[in-house]
């Protein structure tokens, strides 16, 4: 094991695992190279850890007549990810070194690997020296949600325990540098509480679910409380801990638990008996706390034999004259029941509509003679005959 250190920012670590086969045309090497190092970082210098000069150490000349050459480079992102000088071998780097570049799989707890292979020439004395380049992973994602803003929905007559799932965070850094853990740091957290899983496979490195949700801890009320508040921020597992915040809003969703209700039990109007028929005796109104359909009223007139002369419209509670009313030919006052409900509703209330007819000298006088009743017409039969009296 030969370990090379540059400075106290990053130590290259090379493990010389190579055999004398009958052969001797491989040798093993492996290193481990910190991401994001710039251009030109030095990864290794395979003819000192190959120990070639002690191989070639009974002709020294051999030594520098060897070059190096990259042979094969195994990298599907960069086709120069690293260069090796022909004369001293060292293997630098060509490009910088990113470990989520290098798309290595996040949920799986193993290095992520670069393979390099290095000819070293003339053919008298062919080698191929195999790297193992170990990439790494630094601290360098902070996790970050899809949204800034997010946004879910919680019906008002949900249990307590109820769950709503959220977008879990990303940070594309290895699972230890990745996210670990969410909070809710501010809001109303009384009435919801952050649940984070995680879910390992049966060697428990492998994570294979996970997720974000919300507890219900309260019940909700929506003509209480219609939107609540969570910031919620996810931390990753460095040191410090990076993180990424979102302001969460959680809208509740109305349900249909309230019915109507009239402003007063009953109404009292008066009216001369004479009122034309389309005229609008009052308003009756009702309210429902409710929302949308489950919150719009609609009035209609509950005593059937009212409806006859008196009707109620369905979205104002205008009370409507529909027909003549005359207190001498019918009663002087009427009852009305006018009920109201929801639009999906069944269940209506009501509210009693007391209309009191006041007279109008609307009846031509009739003359009383001895107790005989006759039309007077205008003009009366026996004007010589005494006064007589006159009921109206
Ligand atoms: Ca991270
Ligand atoms: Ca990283
Ligand atoms: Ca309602
Ligand atoms: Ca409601």
């Not at 994001?36 to 000349?61: C, F, H, I, R």
């Not at 996970?210 to 209480?224: I, M, P």
């Amino acid at each position: 094991m030969v370990v090379l250190s540059r400075g106290q920012l990053y130590v290259v670590v090379c493990s010389l695992c190579w055999s004398w086969s009958a052969c001797r045309t491989v040798v093993e090497l492996s290193y481990d190279v910190s991401e994001e190092q710039p251009v030109n970082w030095l990864v290794g210098d395979v003819k000192t850890d190959a120990q070639l000069t002690e191989l070639y150490a009974d002709d020294v000349s051999v030594i520098s007549r060897l070059r190096f050459t990259v042979m094969r480079q195994h990298s599907a992102t960069h086709p120069r990810l690293f260069v090796v000088d022909a004369l001293t071998g060292e293997v630098r780097l060509g490009a910088r070194l990113d470990r989520e570049q290098l798309m290595c799989h996040r949920s799986i707890v193993e290095p992520c690997v670069v393979r390099l292979d290095v000819a070293v020439r003339p053919v008298a004395y062919f080698l191929i020296i195999r790297l193992t380049i170990n990439v790494v992973d630094i601290n360098d994602h902070a996790p970050v949600f899809p949204d800034g803003q997010l946004s879910v929905d919680v019906v008002e007559s949900a249990d307590v325990g109820t769950i709503i799932g959220l977008p879990l965070a990303v940070d594309p850094d290895s699972p230890p540098l990745s996210v670990v853990e969410y909070r809710a740091t501010a809001g109303d957290t009384d009435v919801f509480r952050l649940v984070h899983r995680r879910r390992r496979g049966s060697s428990g490195r492998r994570l294979v679910g996970e997720s974000l949700s919300l507890e219900l801890l309260t019940v909700v009320d929506r003509e209480s409380v219609d939107v609540y508040q969570l910031t919620v921020v996810a931390l990753d597992g460095g040191s410090p801990a990076l993180t990424g915040t979102a302001q969460l809003t959680i809208n509740v969703v109305d349900v249909n638990d309230n019915v109507p209700h009239f402003h007063h039990a009953s109404y009292d109007v008066t009216v001369s008996e004479d009122v034309a028929p389309g005229t609008t005796l009052l308003h009756v109104t009702a309210d429902d706390p409710d929302v949308g359909l489950n919150g719009r009223v609609i009035y209609e007139m509950a005593s059937p034999l009212s409806s006859r002369l008196f009707t109620v419209d369905n979205t104002s509670g205008a009370v409507v004259v529909v027909a003549g009313l005359d207190c001498d030919e019918g009663p002087s006052s009427y009852q009305l029941v006018v009920s109201a409900r929801d639009h999906p509703g069944v269940v209506s209330t009501s509210c009693v509509v007391r209309v009191q007819l006041t007279d109008v000298n609307d009846n031509r006088p009739h003359i009383v003679v001895d107790g005989l009743i006759a039309h007077s017409h205008g003009q009366s039969h026996n004007s010589h005959r005494p006064t007589p009296s006159v009921r109206s």
